[in-house]
């Protein structure tokens, strides 16, 4: 009973705000334009602040682990390797390709990983998560422009390599990573108002991104995608997580370690996924389901693998 009030805990305030978001946007007080509105501002200002205080509140001697950053490392290299060498074969239209890929290896990480495993753990213990988002959110960026550059349709125009270096470190989360990072490592401690401040305002970021995806998920036009967004979110929720998390099991990952590279793995597609497909000539109506398909079931498999996992002792 224990293990499923756990499980249940997890995934149902991430319920709620969702649903809060459909709502809103139901009743018309949630439009297309005022939740990009907002989702950009989230994405510029307070889930920077989220990535950067749990990044900066880290103890190393505690918390870094190179088996973890290690092992979702392989993961993220080998499946995409995997999605390069199969996608292509199976999607056919070029303004798809990269979409799919991006989808099976760019996971929703920051706002799922920190928020999961503050719930299990508690508030100031989600060091590992943070580490990982400090090492995968970049990568994992650099991986999606690099994807949908390449895929690019025919005729859609190019985009420089010097744009290409300038989105990337321009990237607010990346900035915040980098800026985080220099301060742990180099020992430099901000001033308490300061901190105080950047607490207060990363308290925004989880509430207020789930809520915009709620108010984002929309299930129209399936049909036109339908076996493309099937096998898609097949690889990515089931897979996918399958897989890597049996690997992990079995390599002796436990506890914190083990929740962090459950998130990581078993989390939905990217929101920010959509916004940089459209942005780079993409199939923006495929990402975008995409991003709804994976974010629903996401809450019932993030639910039944962290009621095995706590059934089985494992966190």
Same mark, same amino acid.
């Given at each position: 009973?224990?293990?499923?009030?756990?499980?249940?805990?997890?995934?149902?305030?991430?319920?709620?705000?969702?649903?809060?978001?459909?709502?809103?946007?139901?009743?018309?007080?949630?439009?297309?334009?005022?939740?990009?509105?907002?989702?950009?501002?989230?994405?510029?200002?307070?889930?920077?602040?989220?990535?950067?205080?749990?990044?900066?509140?880290?103890?190393?001697?505690?918390?870094?682990?190179?088996?973890?950053?290690?092992?979702?490392?392989?993961?993220?290299?080998?499946?995409?390797?995997?999605?390069?060498? !199969?996608?292509?074969?199976?999607?056919?239209?070029?303004?798809?390709?990269?979409? @799919?890929? =991006?989808? !099976?290896?760019?996971?929703?990480?920051?706002?799922?990983?920190?928020?999961?495993?503050?719930?299990?753990?508690?508030?100031?213990?989600?060091?590992?998560?943070? #580490?990982?988002?400090?090492?995968? @959110?970049?990568?994992?960026?650099?991986?999606?422009?690099?994807?949908?550059?390449?895929?690019?349709?025919?005729?859609?125009?190019? @985009?420089?390599?010097?744009?290409?270096?300038?989105?990337?470190?321009?990237?607010?989360?990346?900035?915040?990573?980098?800026? +985080?990072?220099?301060?742990?490592? #180099?020992?430099?401690?901000?001033?308490?108002?300061?901190?105080?401040?950047?607490?207060?305002?990363?308290?925004?970021?989880?509430?207020?991104?789930?809520?915009?995806?709620?108010?984002?998920?929309?299930?129209?036009?399936?049909?036109?995608?339908?076996?493309? #967004?099937?096998?898609?979110?097949? +690889?990515?929720?089931?897979?996918?997580?399958?897989?890597?998390?049996?690997?992990?099991? +079995?390599?002796?990952?436990?506890?914190?370690?083990?929740?962090?590279?459950?998130?990581?793995?078993?989390?939905?597609?990217?929101?920010?996924?959509?916004?940089? +497909? =459209?942005?780079?000539?993409?199939?923006?109506?495929?990402?975008? =389901?995409?991003?709804?398909?994976?974010?629903?079931?996401?809450?019932?498999?993030?639910?039944?693998?962290?009621?095995?996992?706590?059934?089985?002792?494992?966190?």
């Amino acid at each position: 009973m224990e293990s499923f009030l756990v499980a249940l805990g997890v995934v149902f305030p991430m319920l709620v705000m969702m649903a809060s978001g459909v709502i809103l946007r139901k009743t018309g007080m949630a439009d297309r334009p005022l939740v990009r509105r907002v989702d950009a501002i989230n994405f510029h200002l307070f889930l920077p602040c989220l990535l950067f205080y749990n990044i900066y509140n880290v103890d190393l001697a505690q918390d870094f682990s190179v088996e973890v950053l290690a092992f979702a490392a392989a993961g993220l290299v080998l499946s995409l390797a995997l999605s390069l060498l !199969i996608v292509p074969r199976l999607v056919h239209r070029r303004d798809q390709v990269g979409v @799919v890929v =991006q989808a !099976i290896v760019r996971s929703n990480f920051v706002m799922f990983g920190l928020a999961v495993t503050e719930y299990i753990y508690g508030e100031g213990n989600a060091g590992v998560a943070a #580490l990982l988002s400090a090492v995968v @959110v970049p990568a994992m960026n650099v991986i999606a422009v690099l994807l949908l550059e390449y895929w690019r349709p025919e005729g859609s125009g190019r @985009v420089s390599g010097k744009k290409l270096v300038s989105g990337i470190v321009t990237n607010p989360l990346i900035i915040a990573s980098a800026l +985080a990072l220099l301060l742990l490592f #180099l020992g430099i401690r901000l001033p308490a108002m300061v901190v105080d401040v950047v607490a207060t305002m990363s308290r925004v970021a989880t509430p207020l991104a789930f809520t915009m995806l709620g108010a984002t998920l929309s299930l129209e036009g399936l049909h036109r995608n339908r076996r493309v #967004l099937v096998w898609t979110c097949l +690889a990515r929720m089931v897979l996918l997580p399958a897989v890597a998390l049996t690997a992990a099991v +079995a390599l002796g990952f436990r506890g914190v370690e083990l929740t962090a590279l459950m998130v990581f793995f078993a989390a939905p597609t990217a929101v920010s996924s959509f916004t940089m +497909a =459209q942005q780079m000539g993409s199939d923006g109506e495929l990402a975008a =389901q995409l991003v709804a398909l994976t974010s629903g079931l996401s809450l019932g498999t993030i639910f039944l693998i962290t009621f095995l996992f706590r059934s089985m002792g494992l966190l």
